[in-house]
Structures are given as C-alpha cells and as structure tokens.
C-alpha cells in the first residue's frame, strides 16, 4: 500500500518501486485513489470534478499498475472496504 504524499514525484518513485517489486513477484498491482463524498451529495456527484481527478490520477501511473478512482459517504467503510 502506497499513502499519497502530497508530492508527485515521492508518489511515482513509490510507485516505480512498487512495479518492480511486483514484477519479480509476477503481482498485480492496482493504485486505488480513494475520495470521500460528503452526505447528502449522491455518490455519482461528487463535490470535485470527477474528471480531474482521473487525469490527475492517470499522470501518476504507467503500467502495469491500473489505476482506479472510488467514491464513498463513509469513511469508515471505505477503511475497512479497502484493506489489502
């Protein structure tokens, strides 16, 4: 698990890691981007532009690391929901 820094450039050294540690254990490997959206917005709206967010995402990740973006009202859900 890789715990977004603030800082690109730490993220993708991490990430480049990540890739060939899994790649010499012939694991997958899924960046999972992780944003709590604020009740009673509905999951489908969320409160920062969902476009965005993927770009942003998409510039950290090159293969084969796949790169998801999800959404919850819950943070403590999205904890347990989200254990390795």
């Not at 715990?3 to 990430?15: E, H, P, V």
């Not at 890691?17 to 489908?44: D, Y």
Request: proline share 10%; glycine share 4%.
């Amino acid at each position: 698990m890789v715990r977004w820094s603030g800082s690109t450039a730490l993220t993708k050294l991490a990430l480049k890691h990540a890739a060939s540690f899994g790649e010499a254990l012939k694991a997958r490997i899924r960046l999972i981007e992780a944003h709590v959206v604020p009740f009673p917005c509905p999951l489908n709206e969320p409160p920062v532009n969902k476009g965005f967010l993927v770009d942003r995402l998409h510039e950290l990740v090159a293969a084969p690391i796949r790169p998801s973006l999800v959404f919850f009202n819950e943070i403590c859900w999205m904890i347990t929901t989200l254990q390795p």
